[in-house]
Nanobody, 126 residues
Framework: QVQLVESGGGLVQAGGSLRLSCEAS????????MGWFRQAPGKEREFVAA????????YYADSVKGRFTISRDNAKNTVYLQMNSLNPEDTAVYFC???????????????????WGQGTQVTVSS
């Protein structure tokens, strides 16, 4: 069992930055690939970024590539999402999730994830 707790969300102006954190419980964090997803009101949950268990490979949605950076610190059981150049279209609840998969195709799909956090709200004002 893995419990995930996100933090770092908030209100920011367009062009600003935020860093989300997701801390995992348990000693098995290093065995999971980690992903970030987001869900805006009335929309489906969409993939944002993922990182394999070792941190050696990262994947990004086209909409955030070049603006967002995913990273992890296995010693702290934490995964991060650095978000720069935010725009109002980035407004959503952001979720972190843990997966036993490691391929790009799998990590872009919500059903590939075993555990989810409760989400943190990110609001970008224009």
């Amino acid at each position: 069992q893995v419990q995930l707790v996100e933090s770092g969300g908030g209100l920011v102006q367009a062009g600003g930055s935020l860093r989300l954190s997701c801390e995992a419980s348990g000693r098995t964090f290093i065995t999971y690939s980690m992903g970030w997803f987001r869900q805006a009101p009335g929309k489906e949950r969409e993939f944002v970024a993922a990182i394999t268990y070792s941190g050696g490979v990262t994947y990004y949605a086209d909409s955030v590539k070049g603006r967002f950076t995913i990273s992890r610190d296995n010693a702290k059981n934490t995964v991060y999402l650095q978000m720069n150049s935010l725009n109002p279209e980035d407004t959503a609840v952001y979720f972190c999730a843990a997966s036993t998969w490691y391929s790009s195709g799998a990590l872009r799909q919500p059903p590939s994830y075993n555990y989810w956090g409760q989400g943190t709200q990110v609001t970008v004002s224009s």
